[in-house]
């Protein structure tokens, strides 16, 4: 079906999504109207903002599709994100890497000297806690992609994880991010998580955002 629209692009396209019940919007990072310096024109965020259904931002020259990097943080968006990407039929198997990023625990700086190597115990033990929990839902989302995926990897990296998503991604050469609208991190009054929007705007290959289905 082919549709001509008049009026604010953002508008537009985030309405006629709703009103033929799209389940996936694709738009590419930059339209005739932006600057060329920006990572990620103002339709593209205003779309993936605003749009009810999953959102792939399509960045970079065109690519034969090879690997995907999936972001789990085992929140309700990271396992519907990789539900949706599963349900693909992918034809040739991808490579696709699973990773989790956890936030570095720190001491407060008003933390008295002589509580401090207690604290220190006390969050490596937290950390511990989180890695095997990050690890265990890694695994379950490993397993939902057997037969459906080529290799899979799984990772743990510890950092912000924002910048962990885009320094993986733009480092492996991957053809595809994966990520969920909002994260444990995640309001739920906003529209997108604020690590999503960062590897949406930075990230240099397409990204596929998915949100919760209503």
């Given at each position: 079906?082919?549709?001509v629209?008049e009026?604010?692009?953002?508008?537009?396209?985030?309405?006629?999504?709703?009103e033929?019940?799209?389940?996936?919007?694709?738009?590419?990072?930059?339209?005739?109207?932006?600057?060329?310096?920006f990572?990620?024109?103002?339709?593209?965020?205003?779309?993936?903002r605003?749009?009810?259904?999953?959102?792939?931002?399509v960045?970079?020259?065109?690519?034969?599709?090879?690997?995907?990097?999936?972001?789990?943080?085992?929140?309700?968006?990271?396992?519907?994100?990789?539900?949706?990407?599963?349900?693909?039929?992918?034809?040739?198997?991808?490579r696709?890497?699973?990773?989790?990023?956890?936030?570095?625990?720190?001491?407060?700086?008003?933390?008295?000297?002589?509580?401090?190597?207690?604290?220190?115990?006390?969050?490596?033990?937290l950390?511990?806690?989180?890695?095997t929990?990050?690890?265990?839902?890694?695994?379950r989302?490993?397993?939902?992609?057997?037969?459906?995926a080529?290799?899979?990897?799984?990772?743990?990296?510890?950092?912000i994880?924002?910048?962990?998503?885009?320094?993986?991604a733009?480092q492996?050469?991957?053809?595809?991010?994966?990520?969920?609208?909002r994260?444990?991190?995640?309001?739920?009054?906003?529209?997108?998580?604020?690590?999503?929007?960062?590897?949406?705007r930075?990230?240099?290959?397409?990204v596929l955002?998915?949100?919760?289905?209503?």
């Open positions: 079906e082919v549709r629209s009026g604010d692009p953002r508008e537009e396209i985030v309405r006629t999504a709703e033929w019940g799209a389940d996936l919007v694709v738009v590419g990072a930059r339209g005739l109207g932006t600057v060329k310096g990572f990620l024109g103002s339709v593209s965020l205003a779309v993936a605003y749009v009810a259904c999953p959102v792939l931002v960045k970079g020259r065109p690519r034969e599709f090879k690997s995907a990097l999936v972001a789990i943080d085992g929140s309700e968006d990271s396992l519907h994100a990789l539900e949706f990407f599963a349900s693909f039929a992918l034809g040739e198997k991808p696709v890497r699973l990773l989790s990023v956890l936030e570095a625990l720190r001491i407060p700086a008003s933390a008295p000297r002589f509580v401090r190597a207690r604290l220190r115990g006390m969050l490596a033990l950390q511990q806690e989180r890695r929990k990050a690890d265990a839902v890694l695994e989302a490993a397993a939902s992609l057997e037969g459906k080529g290799a899979i990897e799984r990772s743990i990296f510890v950092g994880p924002a910048d962990a998503i885009v320094q993986a733009n492996d050469g991957v053809d595809l991010v994966v990520v969920g609208a994260g444990l991190g995640g309001l739920e009054r906003l529209l997108l998580g604020s690590a999503s929007e960062k590897v949406l930075t990230a240099r290959c397409p955002l998915v949100k919760r289905p209503r």
